[in-house]
């Protein structure tokens, strides 16, 4: 069962890094790359790796998905002036 899953995982894994290479839009490929984060992280916590799982979680999928999408917006803003 623990096998199976980890495996699951990892496709998806995989999934989400072709997907976030291949996408045209910026905006996209950052979303894509928080799943991927997340993704990571439950991968993580179903190997036993709880720490790391909760450090992958905070820092992956959340902050550095809202420093793209800021970094994003506001380059977007000085792009159009």
């Given amino acids: ?10 496709v998806l894994l995989i999934v989400c890094a072709i997907a976030a290479l291949t996408v045209r839009q910026l905006i996209s490929a950052v979303v894509i790359f928080g799943v991927f984060s997340f993704f990571s992280a439950i991968f993580f916590a179903t190997l036993g ?33």
Avoid: C, N, P
């Fill in 49 to 81: 790796a709880l720490d790391v799982a909760f450090t992958e979680a905070a820092v992956g999928a959340a902050v550095t998905t809202v420093f793209f999408v800021s970094a994003l917006f506001r380059t977007r803003k000085h792009e159009s002036q």
């Fill in 1 to 10: 069962m623990h096998y199976s899953i980890s495996i699951a995982f990892l």
